[in-house]
Every structure is written in C-alpha cells, then in structure tokens.
C-alpha cells in the first residue's frame, strides 16, 4: 500500500512559538485546480498585539547584541534555509511556481540573506559621522534602530518578499510582526521553522497569516509599533495605514515588489531607512599643552 | 570632621555670608542695545518670485513686540489664493531656471545669503529680539551667526551630494512647503531653507505668525542676493495659510518644526499622496545629574537647559532627574543660581530672560503652573521682579514632581522645571525613556563609561553629555518617537530634501 503522507498544520509564529490563530479562523488554501493545499491560520487583531508585545519584550536584547554577533545569527539563518531548500522549491511548486524560477527564487533568498548578514556591523560605519561643530566639543551621530516595526508583504512571491523585508530590518537591530503574503502564504510558514532553529531570539521576528484587508488598520493604528513597511499595491490600504501612523507618529514606508529578484532590492538604504541618528555631543576641556605643532 | 577642616568651612560660610551681604544690592546698570539702525516698515508684503506683493485676501495682521506690547508691523495674511500664487512661482522657478543651473553656481548663491546676514547681522539680532522677546545676547551671539553658518555650511553640500549618498544619483524632490515655529525665527528658515536650496529645490516657507519680521527681512537680503526669483518664495499667515500649503497638490516635499499635535494633523493630510515629510516635534527632555558629576558646571547646564529662550526650546531639558543623595545640595545651588538670572527687557545685553513670545503662550504656561500647583508639586520661584509691561514669566521650579504629574507629562515650552530624584541608573533610564517624545536628552556625570551607557540608553536623537543646548550647522537634529522624523543639520539633514 502506499504510503500516506503527512501533512503540515501551518500556523503562526509568535514570540519564538507556534500558536494556532486564537480567533480559531482559517482560510483555505487552493491550487490552480481548487484544490485545498491548506487550510492557513487568519490572524486576528489580538494575534498581532500578542506578536508586538513579543517584539516589543526582544527589542532590548536583540539592538543591544553586538553588530557581529548579529551578522552571525543572520548567516545562520541562510545556513538553515540551505538546507531546507528542497522544501521551500516544493512548496513553491505546489503554490503554482514553475520548478526553475523556484529554484532561483529560493537561490536569491538565501544569498539575499547571506548579503544583510554582512552588512549588520558595517552599515553604521557608512552612515555614522564625525561632526566637525564650531565649538569645543566632540559630536558624533550613529543609527540607532527605530525599535519595532510592522510590515505587510505584497502578493509577488512566497518567499523572496518575505526575506526582502525582513532581513534588512533585522540586520539593524529591530524586531518586525510581518503579515506574510496572502495569496503565497506557505513559504513564511516554513520560514518561521529555520528561524526558530537558528539562533534568532524569539519574538525578534513575528510571522502572520491572513488578509491584509482585515488588518492593515489595526497594524498600522497600534500605539508601540515605531515604523511601518507595506509593499503591497493598494493605493487604499496606503492611505489608511499613512493616516493611522500619525497616531504616534509612525515612520511609514511603502516599497514596491518590482523586480524582486535583482540586485538593486539589495542595498543598505532599506537598513537605513528604520534607523534614528542618534547625536551626541560632550565638551572637549582646554587644558593646556599640545600645542599641536610637534 | 576634623578642626582644620571645620575652620575652613567656617571661613567659607563667613564668605559667603559677607558676600551675600554685600552683592546683595548690586545692580547691573541698564545696557540697552539701540534699535536707531533697525529699519521696520509700517507693512509688509507677501514675497512671491522675486517682489513683494499684496495679498488677494486683502487681510493684514498685526505682529506685536512682546516686551512692550507694541504694535511693530503689519503683516499680510496669505490666503489660498496667495498660497497658490507662491507655489506656482516656486514650481516655475525649479521647472525653467533653478534645477538647471549647475551645482557648483547654485552654492555661489547660497554662500552670498550667508554672507549677507553676516554683514547685517546685528539689524536681524535686534529685529528678532523686539519681535519675538528673547535676549539680545542670545539673537546676537546665537540664533543669527548661526543662521548664517547654516547657509555657509549647506553652500558647500550642493556640488558634492554624490559624495553623501554612494550610488544613489541624488536628485531635487521639487517644491518644498515649509513651516517654521517662533521660537527661533531666523534660524529655524535657515535650518529649512538652506539644505532646500543646496539640494536644488525650490521653497515656499511660511514663518510663524508672531515673528514674522525677520523671515521678511530675509525675503529682502535674498532679492538684494540676486537669487533667481521665485527660488525662495515667502508667505506670512495662520494656521490656515500653513494648510493651503501643506495640502497644495504642487508641494513635493512637508517640512514642518512645531508642536506634536500639529505635527500629527499635517502628516495625516499627506498620507496617501507622494509628497514626503519631515517633522521635527515637540519634547520633554530628561536632564539627568549624577552625584559623581560636577555640581556647578551641572547647575549651570540645568539652567542653560531650562531657561535658555525663556524655555521656548523644543529639546529644552524640562525634566530634571537628580541622584537623590546629592539633591537637597544642588537643589540649593540651582534655587541661588536662579536667584541672579536677570529676567527684564531683552534688548538690554544683561539680561538673562527676556519676554515669553505671546499672550497666548504666557497664558499657557501659566495654566501648567496652577496644574502643577494643583497636582500638589511643590513650587519654587525666583524673588525677581517683573516689568509692568510687557509678557514675563519667573523662572520656576517644581519640586516633589511624579512621573504622572501633567508638568513631567507634557510640552509647557516655557521657563519651568519639574524635578523628580532617583537612586539607581536603571530607575532613571525607565523614568527617563517612559514619555512619548525623544527629541533629546542630557547626561551629567564625571565617568566616561557610565556616560556612554547613559546616552546609548536614552531613546532621543540628540544627547548632550555634560553640556547642553548645544547646536551647530554640521550636528544633525531631530526626534526619535512622537519627536518627529528627519534630521536637519549636518550631512544627515540632506537626505531629508533629496530622491535617493
């Protein structure tokens, strides 16, 4: 007799675990035959205060690991992908994606992944400063993550959208809730499994399932979400998130999922963009000698 | 303690008693700063391309001296109508002229503007002064030279952008609508107009309706400057003008200095359209003194922190987090310190605190005072005098302050302080962070590790570590949180203008 398989209950990633919906709502699924692939948690507006409020509690440890120290965990995550990579092509495959352009797209993920990795302790040497102020004194600027941020992924790919987003805003210290793609929601499922076996902190990143239409308001409307990134298309949905983030002041950002395979979604302007720059400044004391012609 | 010790300390207090004593009644003689030079005319126009002209709405306002409640000017109220003209004018100048002349001519300009307030420096000192209150010490020594080290140093940036922002291609957004606060009139159009220009776009800027003068002064330099016009374009009004240009469907590019609230309505009116916006906010920084720190030089900087512009500072330190073991002596020092501030007609050069901006501001901030009388936080001010006329406020402390208190909670932007004390550097941190805004912070502390952690800790965008108010045209300033978003000043302050 052949054998049955098993299937895979997708559920969501919050806080380093993997809770059903607590709505109990789901949504199904289909191939292009109307078949069931699965049936997919829908994320209520309680799921996603639970998942800030696990952002929120790994921001501190998570901005203040060393630089380095996040690179590796980052690398790490590329390490795990490769290793699933068969699974991601698959459930690529079985979500309607011809067998060469998931095996690119998963190349472009990880090597995406392994590209943010090396930029977590060199980007703020870019785009830190030296400031030479008309004063007595030595000021600097330096990013500073912004803390947490919520992002909407766009409906061109299950997985190379999703690591677009995430990685550069977890390379520069932030923790991010992502409501993964709608209607390619499988690979952020399977996503969440290489993160939970790689070293990532839990709660550093958060992963949704269910329909941006229900929820982009209340993402955007939540008082201790710093930043906002949404990449999908409709121009409604950005209007009421850009509104709503006035609330406390939001930093929104709305990408475009264009071309995602090239090079130019690969640069350290997406880091940069959800940090602060942070200026210090401290007297420097006259004290006499040195007087610089030696 | 031991004899010898005690004789000094007994000599010490015998000092200071005969100082008391004798310092007691001396006065500083006036030293007024003559206003003979200054050139105000009885009414100013609207500047829109290159000439003053006068408003369709055919309103005029008022703007009024705060230390004497005089009548200075009248200012043209620019309606919709005028708004649009502003714009077009602005739209024209970047489509035919300015975003085609190249880089290096377009900083030839802005190093002239520089220059200019430079040589009419102290005409715009004692113009912002008499329009807006502060001390002539300050427009003179601080809010005009750096105004025009602003346009100085941005004069630079415009040929070398490619160097700021590697593969990029930086290109200009456009128009930029700009919207000043009255706190630093003449700075804060500096702070806007001058990385708008270096970045090569075009500016309709609408300063605050109570210092108005010194933004039209600028409009005058700038035509005597021989920039193309309609390059810089100049609108006084309300609230309601900064609308009609916030919401002009020509503006490319929002930048706004002001209060949160305000803050909070302009970026909601853009959402949804492709213009893109700076905000620099309201604040309530945390000034926090540790017992290991310089008593004097802290006191020093707590008043700096407070009392400088009459407390009509954005980042002003108007928390005061004291150790608590040192509290009660440098509490003391502060209420002494405190004492000597002379608070009185800001046009005279010894004057420490002028007149607060407005009416409707002292009225504010004397509301936050009963508040905080009410919130049963203990009140201190100093014994100065007031002058009959005019708009003053005495410098006040409030002690016995909780982190609930609406006087620890919320903007007064004036001269008051509420103090809190703390044990541990985790408790102040926490208490520190615990607010809605992070525009800036302070730090005093003799040791150098526990001043890195601090400012690394402190969620705001700009820290000073045993110093305070400190601004210079190549220091980047903004907010992290509800202070707002964007820098200004430095190279940082360019991406705010630019496509990258």
Redesign the interface.
């Given at each position: 007799m052949e054998r049955i398989e098993v299937l895979k209950t997708y559920k969501l990633y919050i806080g380093g675990q993997f809770p059903r919906t607590e709505s109990g709502r789901y949504y199904p699924l289909l191939n292009s035959k109307k078949q069931t692939l699965a049936n997919i948690s829908l994320a209520s507006r309680k799921d996603y205060r639970n998942a800030v409020v696990a952002a929120r509690g790994a921001f501190g440890g998570w901005s203040s690991k060393t630089a380095f120290n996040r690179g590796q965990i980052l690398y790490r995550i590329a390490e795990m992908m490769e290793g699933r990579k068969m699974q991601f092509v698959d459930e690529l495959m079985v979500q309607g994606i011809s067998k060469s352009n998931a095996v690119k797209e998963v190349q472009t993920s990880i090597d995406r992944m392994v590209y943010y990795s090396g930029w977590c302790d060199k980007f703020q040497q870019c785009f830190s400063?030296v400031?030479?102020?008309?004063?007595s004194?030595f000021?600097f600027?330096v990013p500073?993550p912004?803390g947490v941020v919520a992002a909407i992924s766009g409906n061109s790919s299950s997985l190379l959208g999703l690591i677009s987003i995430i990685a550069p805003v977890i390379a520069g210290g932030n923790t991010i809730v992502v409501l993964a793609s709608e209607k390619y929601p499988l690979c952020g499922v399977t996503f969440a499994e290489v993160l939970a076996t790689s070293d990532l902190p839990g709660g550093v990143v958060n992963i949704l399932t269910g329909k941006s239409s229900e929820i982009h308001s209340h993402m955007a409307s939540h008082m201790d979400v710093?930043a906002l990134l949404y990449c999908g298309d409709d121009?409604a949905e950005?209007?009421t998130i850009?509104?709503l983030?006035?609330?406390?002041?939001k930093?929104v950002f709305v990408r475009s999922e264009k071309k995602l395979e090239k090079d130019e979604h690969e640069?350290p302007?997406y880091i940069m963009d959800f940090q602060?720059?942070?200026?210090?400044?401290?007297?420097i004391e006259r004290v006499g000698g040195g007087s610089g012609n030696y | 303690m031991n004899q010898k010790e005690n004789r000094i300390s007994k000599t010490e207090k015998k000092l200071e008693n005969v100082s008391k004593t004798v310092f007691k009644d001396w006065k500083y003689a006036p030293s007024p700063e003559s206003t003979e030079h200054v050139k105000i005319a009885p009414r100013y126009d609207l500047f829109i391309n290159g000439k003053f002209v006068k408003p369709e709405s055919k309103k005029y306002f008022d703007t009024v001296s705060p230390s004497t409640e005089k009548k200075l000017s009248e200012i043209a109220e620019a309606g919709e109508k005028d708004v649009d003209k502003a714009v077009s004018a602005a739209k024209n100048a970047y489509d035919k002229t300015w975003r085609k002349i190249p880089a290096k001519e377009r900083a030839k300009y802005i190093y002239r503007i520089a220059r200019m307030i430079q040589e009419r420096a102290r005409e715009f000192a004692v113009i912002e002064t008499m329009d807006g209150g502060k001390p002539i010490r300050e427009s003179r020594d601080i809010d005009v030279p750096l105004a025009a080290n602003h346009f100085f140093y941005y004069a630079g940036w415009a040929d070398k952008l490619d160097y700021a922002f590697p593969k990029t291609n930086p290109r200009p957004l456009g128009v930029a609508g700009q919207i000043i606060p009255w706190n630093f009139p003449l700075l804060m159009a500096a702070w806007k107009i001058a990385p708008a220009l270096a970045t090569g776009n075009t500016v309709v800027l609408k300063p605050a309706e109570s210092t108005p003068l010194t933004a039209l002064k600028l409009a005058e330099l700038i035509q005597d400057s021989g920039l193309p016009e309609g390059v810089v374009n100049i609108v006084t009004g309300f609230g309601k003008t900064g609308a009609a240009i916030v919401n002009h469907p020509n503006v490319n590019k929002v930048a706004f200095t002001g209060s949160t609230d305000v803050g909070k309505i302009i970026q909601k009116a853009v959402a949804g359209t492709s213009k893109k916006i700076t905000l620099e906010l309201g604040g309530k920084a945390a000034n926090i003194v540790f017992d290991d720190a310089p008593i004097d030089q802290a006191v020093e900087g707590i008043v700096n922190g407070i009392f400088f512009n009459q407390g009509h500072v954005c980042c002003a330190g108007s928390r005061l987090f004291v150790q608590e073991n040192i509290a009660a002596n440098l509490i003391e020092k502060l209420k002494e310190r405190m004492e000597s501030l002379i608070v009185g007609d800001p046009l005279d050069k010894n004057t420490d605190i002028g007149a607060i901006n407005s009416k409707e501001q002292l009225l504010k901030i004397q509301e936050y005072i009963s508040i905080g009388i009410n919130e049963g936080a203990e009140i201190h001010q100093s014994s100065c005098a007031l002058p009959n006329k005019g708009f003053f406020c005495k410098p006040t402390l409030f002690l016995n302050t909780s982190q609930s208190h609406r006087i620890v909670t919320e903007e007064i932007f004036g001269p008051v302080l509420a103090v809190q004390t703390f044990r541990t550097i985790e408790e102040v941190i926490e208490k520190a962070n615990n607010i809605p805004y992070g525009l800036s912070a302070g730090v005093w502390t003799d040791k150098g590790s526990k001043i890195f952690h601090l400012t690394s800790k402190m969620r705001a965008g700009v820290v000073w570590a045993n110093t305070y108010n400190k601004f210079d045209p190549a220091s980047p300033f903004g907010g992290y949180k509800e202070s707002g978003f964007g820098r200004e000043g430095g190279l940082h302050g360019l991406s705010a203008y630019l496509t990258i």
């Open positions: 400063a400031n030479p102020v008309s004063s004194h000021n600027s500073e912004m710093n121009k950005i209007k850009s509104e983030a006035a609330l406390n002041v930093r640069n302007y602060e720059i942070k200026t210090t400044w401290h007297p | -």
